[in-house]
């Protein structure tokens, strides 16, 4: 029989924080990449000995050079991101948790920037950048509507755009909004309180207040956006499974000159009527291939809420399967 190939190297980093903080400062994510990878791994002061089969250890090495990369780049590594990057790896693929430090996207003064917490988060940025009309979908907590929003700010910074258009149907309500009680910010404001939050995250409550009284950022249910032409814009469509087919063609066609559109949903999450078709799912099955028109997919592995979370929406999906 072959023998098996046995390699052992050592790993060089200045510091023992330098080198704790590539696994998240947790000794027992240590155990899980031994594991995974079927090699073993000692750690000493500043260096790393890796030991075992010799693409097993190739795996771990290129593991946690990108992990160096990316806490150079500035991001903080998770046991989420850590893990992620041993997952990855040991496929034999590349693991993309380099690339996330490098996107800063900045709200405002004094605000820490948002970066991207996985590899599909730095896809949906570049997509953002690169095109004209995205789709974001998936399941929640997957960072759809926070980083489209951390991405319409930048644009905004930067003076590539004049104005944030925010979005979503309000099912909830049958869309009869005029029933509701009190003025229109009192109608709408609990259909559009995630745009809501994540606006106030990036924004000190100065700078978001003008920029609500000054039309720079204008939030308001789906209703309210037939007949307009929204130019220069960067247009958020938030809950986009809860669109209507007519909805969905009708906002998608509000697009006007310099804008971008970003449309948001989780399919597995559709609160319309029995019969109605989604909107989304329509566009989804249309759009794809169209010039201009791009789709970034998250998973549960995206999520960057609480772990549970993640392990949540898979038991879901398995049990719908």
């Known amino acids: 029989m072959p023998t098996v190939e046995e390699k052992e190297i050592r790993l060089e980093f200045e510091t023992p924080q330098f080198l704790h903080a590539l696994f998240a400062n947790e000794p027992k994510e240590l155990r899980y990449m031994e594991d995974k990878l079927g090699v073993?791994?000692?750690?000493?002061?500043?260096?790393?000995?890796?030991?075992?089969?010799?693409?097993?250890?190739?795996?771990?090495?290129?593991?946690?050079?990108?992990?160096?990369?990316?806490?150079?780049s500035g991001s903080d590594i998770s046991a989420k991101d850590f893990r992620m990057a041993i997952d990855v790896a040991g496929t034999?693929?590349?693991?993309?948790?380099?690339?996330?430090?490098?996107?800063?996207?900045?709200?405002?003064?004094?605000?820490?920037?948002?970066?991207?917490?996985t590899p599909q988060q730095v896809r949906y940025i570049e997509a953002m950048a690169d095109h004209d009309v995205i789709f974001g979908l998936g399941p929640a907590g997957t960072g759809k509507t926070y980083l489209a929003m951390a991405m319409a700010l930048s644009m905004l910074k930067a003076r590539l755009i004049s104005r944030i258009v925010l979005t979503r149907p309000a099912v909830e309500a049958g869309e009869a909004l005029g029933f509701l009680p009190g003025d229109l910010q009192e109608k709408v404001a609990p259909y559009l309180r995630p745009l809501y939050d994540a606006m106030h995250d990036m924004l000190d409550p100065e700078q978001g207040k003008r920029y609500m009284e000054?039309?720079?950022?204008?939030?308001?249910?789906?209703?309210?956006?037939?007949?307009?032409?929204?130019?220069?814009?960067?247009?958020?469509m938030d809950e986009a499974?809860?669109?209507?087919?007519?909805?969905?063609?009708?906002?998608?066609?509000r697009i006007g000159?310099?804008?971008v559109c970003v449309v948001t949903g989780d399919t597995s999450q559709i609160d319309l009527k029995k019969g109605v078709p989604s909107g989304l799912l329509e566009a989804e099955r249309i759009l794809k291939g169209v010039d201009g028109v791009s789709f970034v997919r998250f998973t549960g592995s995206d999520v960057v809420r609480h772990p549970v979370v993640s392990r949540i929406i898979s038991a879901y999906e398995k049990g719908r399967d």
Do not use: C
Request: aromatic fraction near 4%.
């Open 214 to 236: 000054d039309g720079t950022i204008e939030i308001a249910p789906l209703a309210y956006m037939r007949g307009r032409t929204l130019s220069n814009a960067f247009i958020i």
């Open 92 to 117: 034999g693929g590349e693991t993309g948790v380099a690339d996330m430090g490098k996107v800063k996207l900045l709200g405002s003064s004094g605000r820490k920037p948002v970066v991207p917490r």
């Open 241 to 253: 499974q809860n669109t209507t087919q007519e909805q969905m063609l009708m906002m998608l066609t």
């Open 40 to 72: 073993k791994a000692v750690t000493r002061e500043g260096w790393m000995l890796l030991k075992g089969e010799h693409a097993a250890v190739e795996q771990a090495k290129q593991a946690m050079l990108d992990l160096e990369e990316a806490r150079r």
């Open 257 to 259: 000159e310099g804008s």
